[in-house]
């Protein structure tokens, strides 16, 4: 029990965010009305007061009820459960673009007058402005303050449930996450062990600062367990139970209540459903086509004419890959080596003698990959996705590492979830390579349109940084 009594201070558990709730409410209804009065001035010119509270009295009330019953039946002010900013992101805008589809049904069905539909563009496009600016700026103000980190408490398991428990909080938490110590009476290596079994209960007690509890299994009866969730709930501690039979889903699970009764299934990735194709799509046509239209001509002519003074051979390299599907392709890049005779054999590495100076400077500045656009709006290609390896690596790789072919479910990208978590370069160590598939597998099972741009985001900043491209 002296070990419990130094880890923790009684009486220091805080509540949760009421007044952040409460702020985050109050402004949500502030700025939506407040979007929707200035389109009305951009649009109609000025509105006065009469008018106000008459001409537009059903459109303020639909506005602000429709939004507290979408906000409402969606948990939209949870703030017990801390997600990932893009997953927040998400959210509100799927939020947003239901309130649209009632507002516009209200009007054109129930009252069959249609307002100005510039009005209702411009009203959204500032309303999902103005909210999605407030979001990103109470994050980083929580991050900052620490409101945003998630202390977490573990009770049972093996080493490798923890290992994979604490890799699964920092990708859902955005490295948000910290794992205050575990309960059982076997110690694991770079895990502290705050007690056994029977220590829980009397550190509950104390009010320790923690968010939640996972539960693996354990020597506590089902008794023992309940009366910690009693003493838990109080707190605001939210308590899990991680199954033993998730281990036999190692790209994820889901859970389905069939009765008293929890099932799980092997999770559908994001990705597997036609609407997130047809959205992800959409958007690589949009960026490959104006990176197509606007930029590829000029970078073909300048960096053209640099390739071809400093080397003989051609401007764009060309060279099969594998695919969706692990389906073949041909990836385009401008050349970065000279001419040889193993560039589908031998990786390059940071010193290669293959490489020219003016390939040296397209590698760095990822100068060399934008040709893949055009793969891209050919369909080989993703913007964003697992980068696409050379066939004989593939080869390689899938016979040493577990899951690898399970990164061929979606098309390669220009940039990934990898690469922006500096997994870039040469993989000549084993190790590395694994790493980069298990981030590339993350990518897969946890897929949204805000994630994508994260990793654009992050692609353009590393590059305008100096990082190191990748391969």
């Not at 939209?76 to 507002?103: Q, S, T």
């Not at 008794?223 to 889903?249: H, M, T, W």
């Not at 390579?433 to 897969?444: A, E, G, P, S």
Request: glycine letters at 6%; charged letters at 25%.
């Amino acid at each position: 029990m002296n070990k419990i009594n130094k880890t923790i201070r009684p009486g220091t558990k805080k509540m949760a965010h009421p007044k952040h709730r409460v702020g985050l409410i109050i402004s949500d209804f502030i700025f939506f009305n407040l979007g929707f009065l200035i389109a009305g001035r951009i649009i109609y010119g000025r509105i006065g007061s009469t008018e106000l509270y008459t001409t537009h009295l059903p459109l303020f009330l639909v506005v602000n009820l429709a939004w507290l019953l979408i906000t409402t039946q969606s948990k939209a002010y949870d703030w017990l459960g801390k997600v990932r900013m893009e997953l927040r992101l998400n959210k509100l805008v799927k939020m947003i673009f239901f309130h649209f589809n009632v507002v516009v049904f209200f009007y054109y069905v129930i009252l069959r007058s249609l307002p100005d539909l510039w009005f209702f563009l411009l009203a959204y496009l500032l309303v999902v402005v103005v909210m999605v600016a407030s979001r990103i700026c109470i994050h980083y103000y929580e991050k900052k303050k620490g409101h945003a980190l998630t202390r977490y408490v573990v009770v049972g398991g093996g080493q490798k449930n923890l290992a994979d428990l604490i890799d699964a909080f920092s990708f859902a938490f955005n490295g948000n996450a910290r794992l205050v110590g575990r309960f059982g009476d076997t110690q694991y290596k770079e895990v502290q062990n705050i007690g056994s079994y029977k220590d829980l209960k009397p550190y509950l007690q104390q009010w320790p600062t923690i968010d939640q509890i996972v539960f693996f299994h354990s020597k506590l009866s089902v008794k023992e367990e309940q009366e910690i969730l009693k003493i838990a709930e109080p707190q605001f501690i939210r308590a899990f139970v991680a199954s033993r039979a998730a281990a036999l889903f190692p790209r994820g699970y889901v859970g389905r209540q069939r009765g008293d009764m929890l099932i799980m299934g092997l999770r559908e990735e994001p990705l597997m459903r036609l609407r997130n194709r047809f959205t992800k799509r959409i958007f690589d046509l949009i960026v490959s086509g104006a990176v197509m239209l606007f930029l590829l001509p000029i970078m073909y002519i300048v960096i053209g004419f640099l390739i071809k003074r400093e080397s003989p051979g051609p401007i764009l390299f060309k060279q099969q890959r594998s695919g969706y599907g692990n389906e073949v392709f041909d990836i385009w890049k401008f050349r970065s080596l000279r001419v040889n005779d193993n560039s589908d054999t031998v990786q390059v590495t940071k010193n290669d003698d293959r490489r020219t100076k003016i390939g040296d400077f397209l590698r760095r500045t990822s100068l060399d990959e934008f040709p893949q656009f055009f793969n891209v709006f050919l369909g080989n290609m993703s913007i964003v996705g697992p980068r696409p390896h050379m066939l004989k690596h593939t080869e390689e790789y899938a016979a040493l590492i577990d899951h690898y072919m399970i990164r061929h479910k979606i098309k390669p990208g220009i940039t990934g979830w990898a690469q922006v978590n500096n997994l870039r370069g040469s993989t000549e160590e084993l190790w590395k390579m694994q790493k980069r598939v298990d981030y590339d597998v993350r990518y897969l099972e946890n897929w949204s349109l805000l994630l994508d741009l994260r990793c654009v985001w992050r692609t353009v900043f590393d590059v305008l940084v100096g990082e190191e491209a990748a391969n």
